[in-house]
Each structure stands twice: as C-alpha cells, then as structure tokens.
C-alpha cells in the first residue's frame, strides 16, 4: 500500500483558507487520492478525491502535484466547526481497505 | 435520512460476556466495513463484505465474527468480551470498491467499554 505522511498539527485562523499537506511519494499509477475528516467523537466523513486532476466540491479543493507525490487540501474559509482530525489517504485498484494513520489535527482558533 | 446507522451508541460489558453492534445502511450499498478506533490512534480494519452472503476478514478479526445475510444489514459479533476490546466502532458502507473512486460513509460509532 502506498503511504501518507501528514504534519500532526496545524492552525489556522477563522475565515482563513487552511492548506493541509500530504505526502505520498510511493503512489501508484492507479490510485486515488482521498480526503476525510472526523470531528471529535464522531464517524469518520468524506470529503473529496482526485487521481490526477485538481478538484472541488461544495466542501473543499484538493490540488495534486503534477508528479502525484503529494497534494494538499484547501478549505477556503475555515470555520470553528473545521476543527476535526483531517485523514489523507492513498487507495486504488483491488485494495478495498481504508488505511487510516493518524493524520493532522487541524485547530481553527477565533 | 439517508445513511448509516448504528446502534447502541454506548455498552458497558462484563468480561466473558457476548453482544452484537448492528449496522445498518439504505442507501443500497454492496460493500460494508466494521472499524475499530482506539483513543488517539487511526481505524483499523475489523471485517468487510462485498454483498450478501460474503465476508472476509480484515487487518484486527481476532475476537469477533460478522454476518451479511441482506444487502441492509452488517452485525458485528463479540464473543467472550476481553478489555483489549474497549474502543469505538465504526461500520462503513460504499457503493463500490473505494479504489474506483468512491467514498465511504459513516456511522456515529458505538463506544464500547469493557470491564
């Protein structure tokens, strides 16, 4: 399985855009790139994903370098309720599983 | 609404004991997934099923079993609950392999503590 790396931790201010880093170097051809967020104590929720294009939706954009080997998700104006655990993950092909690390606990201070 | 549900939300078990989390989508999804999330770390895969009648272990199965006799439903069964078993539970659906480009959608959890 292709791997993340993602900072533990980050701030950002209310109505500021927050620009959450991923790293994954080893990508494959074939795999997407995924987003989720999960707020404190509850079920994981899903954000947007990509494969080589950039993308966005009504929640965020996720921009994916030319070379594949790392992206970075945009919440254009941030919100208190943003504050969540922020998941990059890397899946494609036959693998069917959701590897979760730990990912990057975004803080939106006042 | 739509969704993922989960029940119970909280549990308090004895050791020894036995109990199922049910889980239950009506979106029409064919792939479902059981999660567990111990504090401070990342989910890790318990059991998933590609349909009705199929299941398959994932990364954590030890200590639980799984049925998928409708497309709706997804129970996860603990037998002879130990302590190692205190943790949260997600069950997942998705339309798809989420390889070809789908998400997964969430239940709220179940939080179970043993004793």
């Known amino acids: 399985d292709a791997k993340t790396t993602q900072p533990p931790s980050m701030d950002c201010a209310e109505g500021r855009a927050a620009n959450l880093p991923c790293n994954h170097s080893?990508?494959?051809?074939?795999?997407?790139v995924y987003w989720y967020r999960q707020i404190h104590s509850q079920g994981p929720q899903y954000i947007i994903h990509?494969?080589?294009n950039n993308e966005t939706n009504e929640m965020a954009s996720l921009i994916i370098t030319e070379d594949r080997k790392s992206s970075t998700l945009i919440l254009p104006h941030a919100t208190l309720r943003d504050t969540a655990v922020y998941y990059c993950?890397?899946?494609?092909?036959?693998?069917?599983?959701?590897?979760f690390g730990k990912g990057t606990l975004l803080t939106v201070n006042p | 609404n739509a969704g993922v549900t989960q029940t119970p939300k909280f549990r308090i078990l004895k050791i020894g004991q036995s109990m199922t989390l049910q889980c239950a989508q009506d979106m029409n999804h064919n792939y479902m997934y059981w999660y567990r999330q111990d504090p401070g770390m990342g989910l890790k895969l318990i059991y998933y099923?590609?349909?009705?009648?199929?299941?398959d272990k994932g990364e954590v199965p030890n200590g639980y079993n799984v049925s998928r006799s409708t497309t709706e439903d997804f129970p996860l069964r603990l037998e002879l609950a130990a302590p190692s078993q205190t943790s949260v539970y997600f069950c997942?659906?998705?339309?798809?392999?989420?390889?070809?480009?789908?998400?997964?959608?969430f239940g709220s959890g179940t939080r179970l503590t043993v004793v």
């Open positions: 997942a659906s998705s339309p798809k392999l989420t390889g070809v480009g789908y998400g997964y959608t």
């Open positions: 990509g494969l080589k």
């Open positions: 080893t990508i494959s051809g074939n795999e997407y």
């Open positions: 099923s590609v349909g009705a009648g199929i299941t």
């Open positions: 993950i890397v899946n494609g092909g036959s693998n069917y599983k959701l590897t």
